[in-house]
């Protein structure tokens, strides 16, 4: 009889996360398939648990899931875990999950930490639907195609970025989405935990990006149907806007209302039915 594959998911940061079922999977298979060994180890350190680790990383998982399998056929029970959360969430781990399945190996997650999914719940944005796209793109360009492509998406939006990338990735997102909200999640779970809440164009002027270190995730609004949301305080504002740039940099109408629609994150086709309506307001 073949044995089994628990996918177990492990903390990330705060060593005390990790459920009680997972530690009883880690000490009772044969073997424990890791990402970075030594990663690992410290986790099994703080829990006593002594058990044959073998790496499975971004570079070995296709030949290595070839050797996990032949081990399960064998009878042998495995615990998969990465370096920090789910694994195969921006992490290896999907290859051996699928070869596994395809093999009709029992196959049990055993539940956990996610980055993406702890940031949300505290982002205070909506949680009713979103969409984890995992990381940004590295090459400016294939970044904002990236996020070009996902201007038009409705549900709340989850990106995992790392420190080397943060400032540009949050440039871009102003750039693209306009001044959408934003939560920037920082070392989750961690001493040096922050949440960083607001506007985009905001928390780019307010965090010293410069001196910024650690892990972080993303949370950003999703495109909204601005007759929803804007206020009819806001509205008259955003008139006033045009009206002041049409004024301050000698603009037309529609170039004016073309850039307080991209500093505001609103459709053009609103703001300049906005203009007139308003105009007729005051008739
Ligand atoms: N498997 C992990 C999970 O379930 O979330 C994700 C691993 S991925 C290689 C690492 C990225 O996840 C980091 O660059 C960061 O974007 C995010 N991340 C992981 N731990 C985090 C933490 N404690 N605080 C903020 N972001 C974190």
Redesign the pocket.
């Known amino acids: 009889m073949s044995g089994t594959l628990y996918v177990v998911?492990t903390p990330?940061?705060n060593l005390e996360d990790i459920t009680l079922r997972a530690l009883r999977i880690l000490k009772e298979v044969t073997l424990i398939a890791c990402e970075d060994t030594r990663q690992t180890s410290k986790l099994l350190q703080r829990y006593d648990i002594h058990k044959p680790l073998v790496s499975c990383h971004d570079f070995n998982e296709k030949s290595r899931s070839l050797d996990l399998i032949e081990r399960l056929r064998q009878g042998q029970d495995i615990a998969l875990v990465?370096?920090?959360?789910?694994?195969g969430?921006?992490?290896p781990g999907f290859k051996v999950i699928a070869l596994a399945i395809e093999h009709q190996i029992p196959v049990f997650a055993i539940p956990g930490?996610?980055?993406?999914l702890t940031?949300l719940t505290i982002s205070g944005l909506p949680l009713h639907r979103f969409a984890f796209e995992g990381?940004l793109p590295e090459r400016k360009m294939a970044r904002r195609k990236f996020l070009m492509d996902l201007k038009a998406e409705p549900r709340t939006l989850i990106f995992?970025?790392?420190v080397r990338r943060i400032k540009e990735s949050l440039k871009d997102l102003f750039e693209i989405f306009g001044n959408r909200k934003v939560t920037v999640?920082?070392?989750?779970?961690?001493k040096f935990?922050t949440f960083e809440r607001g506007f985009l164009k905001e928390i780019l002027s307010r965090l010293d990006l410069k001196n910024l270190k650690?892990?972080?995730?993303l949370v950003v609004q999703g495109f909204k149907e601005e007759e929803i949301h804007v206020s009819s305080l806001d509205e008259s504002t955003l008139v006033q806007e045009v009206e002041e740039t049409m004024k301050n940099h000698n603009l037309s109408k529609k170039e004016a209302v073309k850039w307080v629609a991209e500093m505001k994150g609103l459709s053009r086709k609103y703001v300049y039915r906005l203009t007139h309506s308003k105009q007729g307001d005051a008739a």
């Open positions: 998911s990330i940061g990465s370096d920090a959360g789910t694994p969430i921006s992490d930490p996610a980055a993406f940031a990381f995992y970025e790392s999640a920082r070392e989750l779970t961690k935990e650690g892990e972080f995730v």
